[in-house]
């Protein structure tokens, strides 16, 4: 199993930029997907997750309204598109896959991680 993070990169404070996250390996549809991030000094933290089909996303408080998660079931990849972006979004990105058709939102409930890509977000 492989989980492929790309798209992240330096942009400044209020810009965008796409994550993707291709899957191989896996039946990309038994599973949940989720986008975590980690920054320096801190632990992992849930950003967003996608059920198995895209009918159902969460996010937590601090992204709502600026970051959309989203799932190609044909090309087995998961986007992360972050509008809006602040300093505070500075982190590594993880995405990751959890058997299961539902959404979650624990590092527990994950079973495969990616390798992370950072996002800088400069002031």
């Known amino acids: 199993v492989q989980l492929q993070a790309s798209g992240g990169g330096l942009v400044q404070a209020g810009g965008s930029l796409r994550l993707s996250c291709a899957a191989s390996?896996?039946?990309?549809?038994?599973?949940?997907m989720g986008w975590f991030r980690q920054a320096p000094g801190k632990e992992r933290e849930f950003v967003a997750a996608i059920n198995w089909n895209g009918g159902s996303t969460y996010y937590v408080d601090s992204v709502q309204g600026r970051f959309t998660i989203s799932r190609d079931n044909a090309k087995n990849t998961v986007y992360l598109q972050m509008n809006s972006l602040k300093p505070e979004d500075t982190a590594v990105y993880y995405c990751?896959?959890?058997?299961?058709?539902?959404?979650?939102?624990?590092?527990?409930?994950?079973?495969?991680w990616g390798q992370g890509t950072l996002v800088t977000v400069s002031s």
């Open positions: 390996g896996l039946p990309f549809i038994s599973y949940a």
């Open positions: 990751a896959a959890g058997l299961g058709s539902s959404l979650r939102t624990s590092v527990r409930g994950y079973d495969y």
